[in-house]
């Protein structure tokens, strides 16, 4: 394992100065793609990622539609600038790939995809700033940009992750504790529903610590959640009082 350049964990504190059981600030605004049907920013700490909805619209090639029941397509993209090391490539990576397609199966079950049959409905993420936590920031922003669109939904998926550092569980992996710490796992919940639609494991994890994890999940997704919601509703009394003018 390679030795990270300052300690991951400290006198109970993180290399951040965050608890263990902390989220990194939290931010988010939804309806920021004016061109987009929906979208929303999402950042944790300084990892950024935007999201941009189109559709539902008519499937093309039309011989790739369903008679019973929407496509959703979802492509997930670091943006060139978005890491502190070398400059990344713009052509879509194999984990790039894989993202979007673990993204697409965590946003299904919250999709009500039968409403919209013969139909594809488009996401589309960028991650601007990348610190750790890419792939559940994105799930947040792409959750909140359906809803933004409009589309019918059961409920909202919120990503969080959860990782094990110097062998304590910790809520919301930085890129330090991402890339040095000893596990790592994603995982997308929909609160209302107390359904789990992402749940992936890196390391070893004993049963109990694992447990652990799960909670310490449900609770940062629970907080998600709250600010998502806030935000969503924000942007509604703005197109309210734009309609309405009150």
Do not use: C
Request: glycine share 8%; hydrophobic share 40%; net charge neutral.
């Amino acid at each position: 394992m390679k030795k990270p350049p300052v300690p991951l964990l400290q006198n109970g504190l993180r290399a951040d100065g965050r608890a263990p059981d902390q989220m990194r600030e939290v931010q988010i605004q939804v309806g920021t793609v004016s061109n987009a049907d929906g979208s929303a920013v999402v950042s944790y700490g300084a990892t950024t990622a935007v999201a941009a909805v189109y559709g539902p619209r008519e499937m093309h090639p039309r011989h790739l539609s369903l008679p019973d029941r929407g496509v959703m397509r979802v492509r997930y993209h670091m943006a060139p600038f978005s890491t502190k090391d070398e400059r990344k490539s713009p052509t879509p990576s194999r984990r790039e790939i894989e993202i979007s397609k673990v993204l697409r199966e965590a946003l299904e079950p919250a999709v009500m995809l039968e409403q919209y049959p013969r139909s594809r409905i488009d996401v589309f993420i960028e991650i601007l700033q990348a610190d750790g936590s890419t792939r559940v920031a994105s799930l947040t922003a792409a959750s909140l940009a359906l809803a933004d669109a409009g589309i019918y939904m059961r409920d909202l998926v919120v990503g969080v992750s959860v990782g094990l550092v110097d062998g304590t569980v910790v809520l919301d992996l930085n890129g330090l504790e991402d890339n040095y710490g000893e596990g790592d796992m994603p995982v997308g919940y929909m609160p209302n529903l107390r359904r789990f639609t992402l749940l992936q494991l890196d390391g070893a994890w004993t049963r109990e610590k694992f447990l652990e994890a799960l909670g310490l999940a449900v609770k940062g997704a629970e907080y998600v959640y709250q600010v998502a919601r806030e935000a969503l509703k924000n942007r509604y009394m703005a197109i309210a009082e734009e309609i309405y003018g009150r």
